[in-house]
């Protein structure tokens, strides 16, 4: 456990970040009456997500690795963070839509089906806790690989004394 504390702890910080985001989007009304922005605004949890990454490799960097870190060190320790936060998103998710925002399901397929988006059966279908954790077990790691690609170049340091 030792050699992975750090991943551990910025998974749980990122399930944190994203309950808290969840949270947000509840009360400024993106799961009820601004429902149709909720699509734009989502997305900016983009944002907090990859400084969880750098804060992460940069804390393992500094911590595990004594200052330096190799491009693979990096992509390794993204790697692990990435399938921790994986494993955390469907818990995630039961939360959010359990307790955080109950009435995001039901609202986002009565807005589908009133925009005609989606039929009823289609937005019922896609627009549920099950589609929602596959698409999280999906979709965490395809992010977090490419978010760990991009971060683990930036952070990465040689020693100066070799």
């Known amino acids: 456990m030792k050699g992975i504390g750090i991943e551990i702890k910025w998974a749980l910080l990122f399930a944190l970040m994203t309950l808290i985001w969840m949270w947000l989007e509840r009360i400024s009304g993106l799961h009820t009456r601004h429902i149709d922005k909720h699509l734009l605004y989502t997305n900016l949890i983009a944002i907090p997500a990859i400084a969880i990454y750098v804060f992460a490799l940069l804390d393992k960097r500094k911590n595990y690795y004594h200052g330096t870190m190799t491009y693979r060190q990096g992509f390794i320790t993204g790697l692990i ?3 921790i936060i994986t494993l955390l ?3 995630t998710q039961y ?5 955080i925002s109950p009435e995001y399901f039901p609202n986002v397929i009565t807005y589908s089906v009133e ?4 039929t009823r059966q289609g937005a019922e279908d896609y627009f549920n806790l ?10 965490a790691p395809i992010m977090g690989i490419a978010t760990t690609a991009v971060v683990a170049a930036f952070v990465r340091k ?3 004394n070799k």
């Open 81 to 83: 963070l990435t399938f």
């Open 89 to 91: 998103s469907p818990l």
């Open 95 to 99: 939360i959010t839509s359990t307790f």
């Open 115 to 118: 925009q005609g988006e989606m």
């Open 130 to 139: 099950r589609s929602y954790i596959m698409q999280g077990l999906l979709g």
């Open 158 to 160: 040689k020693d100066v």
